[in-house]
């Protein structure tokens, strides 16, 4: 990812000042998480471990839900085994029939063991689920997308200091008075 020039820098509105733009914001964004433990009915827990609010603009609000879908995608099948009972051949059919039969699906051993290699290959692949478009295409973004995304983010925080930079060079002797800062 190639950085900013000072042109570049010029051309776009100064990070400092977007964030008052109407069309831009702020989003705030809630984190909690709950322990639980146990199945079916014997579920118990429900306190809350873990808490945060993020103060995202709009960016940071889309890369932190892609973020929540992927995560989300890749646990749901554990995780699934919460309401089944304990014993392997339960959870391991409750599997097989979720992610892989399903209620009109008819299937051969054969063929379910197909399928289930043809998961483990595509999984191997390193594509993540983050939803569907409007006609309900399955969108997938790579593991470098999502390196991209943080590299993205990145490249915005070193934009927003070289702004911070250029204002306070502009205004230096203002911003060291005002900060109690010797020249």
């Given at each position: ?78 995780v699934s085994l919460m309401n089944t009972p ?98």
């Amino acid at each position: 990812m190639s950085r900013n020039t000072k042109k570049d820098q010029k051309e776009k509105k100064s990070l400092i000042t977007q964030i008052d733009d109407d069309e831009c914001g702020v989003y705030e964004i809630f984190i909690k998480s709950r322990y639980y433990k146990g199945t079916g009915e014997n579920i118990t827990g429900g306190d809350q471990i873990k808490s945060g609010v993020i103060w995202a603009n709009s960016k940071g609000q889309e890369i932190i839900y892609k973020l929540f879908i992927i995560v989300k995608e890749e646990l749901s099948p554990i995780v699934s085994l919460m309401n089944t009972p304990k014993d392997i051949f339960t959870r391991t059919s409750h599997i097989l029939f979720t992610n892989f039969v399903g209620n009109e699906r008819k299937l051969k051993g054969s063929e379910l063991e197909q399928a289930i290699k043809d998961e483990i290959k595509e999984l191997k692949k390193n594509k993540f689920t983050i939803g569907m478009d409007e006609d309900f295409n399955i969108l997938e973004v790579s593991l470098e997308d999502i390196v991209n995304i943080f590299l993205t983010l990145r490249e915005q925080k070193i934009h927003f200091f070289e702004d911070i930079l250029a204002e306070y060079q502009k205004r230096r002797q203002e911003y060291n008075k005002d900060l109690f800062i010797d020249d």
